[in-house]
């Protein structure tokens, strides 16, 4: 308490600003506050014509692989530009599923920062792979689909930053599609089995036989 009283005595006493001093200072403000928020809009303007979404004409797997792509160059042509995507393709089920899942869902910056957690099994969706669909799509109904989606490393293996190295087949997911009211197919639900070494057999998941990974 004292060394505060006694850094306030120290301070010199110079003639308080007037009242034109302070009105430019509020304008001033005020002008920077006014062009941080016409250039936040532009920014986010640039962001949304940069984003390709899926439209109604695109199948489920199409809308699967268009966003696995995407994820995979998460940061074209803006950073984090792929968990955008898929945040804005998942439904309310599928945001809280993952919630569970990863712990964060609903802002893209925490889902990509465990996106990009090496030691997380999700940080595959980042890594180079190849994906084909070994099933045909389950159609439940004409606005619910079932998907498979298996993941393989790329001819020559493939791995991570820690050096890690994959071959063969890395996992084989689920999706649970819902098609929105205006056509949209959407994520609502996600299954992931998981074969790689230190990963398998994946969050929620149990050993499969090993005949099968």
Same mark, same amino acid.
């Given at each position: 308490?004292?060394?505060?009283?006694?850094a306030?005595?120290?301070r010199? &006493?110079?003639?308080?600003?007037?009242? %034109?001093? %302070?009105?430019?200072l &509020?304008?001033?403000?005020?002008?920077n506050?006014?062009d941080? $928020?016409?250039?936040?809009?532009?920014?986010?303007?640039?962001? $949304?014509?940069?984003?390709?979404?899926?439209?109604?004409?695109?199948?489920? $797997?199409?809308?699967i692989?268009?966003?696995l792509?995407?994820?995979q160059?998460?940061?074209?042509?803006?950073?984090?530009?792929g968990? /955008? %995507?898929?945040? =804005?393709?998942?439904?309310? =089920?599928?945001?809280?599923?993952v919630?569970?899942?990863?712990?964060?869902?609903?802002?893209?910056?925490?889902?990509?920062?465990?996106?990009?957690? /090496?030691?997380?099994?999700?940080?595959?969706?980042?890594? /180079?792979?190849? &994906? &084909?669909?070994?099933?045909?799509?389950?159609?439940?109904d004409?606005?619910?689909?079932?998907?498979?989606?298996?993941?393989?490393?790329?001819e020559?293996g493939g791995?991570?930053?820690t050096?890690?190295?994959?071959?063969?087949?890395?996992?084989?997911?689920?999706? $649970?599609?819902? =098609?929105?009211e205006?056509?949209v197919?959407?994520?609502?639900s996600?299954?992931?089995?998981?074969?790689?070494d230190?990963? =398998?057999?994946?969050?929620?998941?149990? /050993?499969?036989?090993?005949?099968?990974?």
């Open positions: 308490m004292r060394r505060s009283v006694a306030c005595r120290r010199p &006493h110079g003639k308080p600003p007037g009242v %034109l001093a %302070l009105r430019s &509020h304008e001033d403000s005020a002008f506050r006014e941080r $928020e016409v250039l936040r809009k532009r920014v986010s303007q640039a962001k $949304e014509d940069a984003l390709v979404l899926p439209g109604p004409q695109m199948g489920p $797997e199409d809308v692989s268009h966003t792509r995407q994820l160059n998460n940061n074209q042509p803006f950073y984090d530009s968990v /955008e %995507l898929l945040l =804005r393709l998942a439904s309310t =089920r599928f945001k809280l599923q919630q569970w899942l990863v712990g964060s869902s609903q802002q893209t910056k925490a889902l990509s920062s465990v996106f990009r957690n /090496e030691d997380s099994q999700f940080h595959l969706l980042l890594c /180079e792979y190849e &994906h &084909h669909f070994p099933l045909d799509t389950y159609y439940i004409d606005n619910r689909a079932f998907v498979d989606v298996q993941f393989d490393a790329p020559g791995g991570d930053g050096g890690r190295v994959w071959t063969g087949m890395l996992a084989k997911l689920g999706f $649970e599609m819902v =098609r929105r205006d056509g197919w959407l994520f609502d996600i299954i992931w089995h998981d074969f790689r230190g990963f =398998r057999p994946g969050i929620g998941q149990e /050993e499969w036989p090993r005949i099968c990974g």
